[in-house]
């Protein structure tokens, strides 16, 4: 099992649990939700099903969208 450098490992959790723990990600990483990105539910669910974990989608993500983090900001 890969484990990140934030000592998040894959575990067996429902999407919900999942989806959640991307929202919360990207508001700490980018101050941003799911909504406000434009991310639905199917995306999501590609990622998940690839067990991908939230901080290596969030990570992910914001290097395809060349998001600043919220650090860069002084936020």
Do not use: C
Request: aromatic fraction near 16%; hydrophobic fraction near 40%; glycine fraction near 4%.
């Amino acid at each position: 099992m890969k484990k990140l450098k934030d000592d998040w490992a894959w575990t067996e959790i429902s999407f919900a649990k999942w989806r959640s723990a991307v929202n919360r990600r990207l508001k700490a990483v980018y101050v941003i939700t799911i909504n406000d990105a434009g991310i639905d539910n199917e995306f999501l669910t590609s990622h998940w099903e690839m067990k991908q974990s939230p901080y290596e989608f969030v990570e992910w993500f914001g290097t395809k969208y060349d998001l600043d983090p919220k650090s860069a900001v002084g936020l």
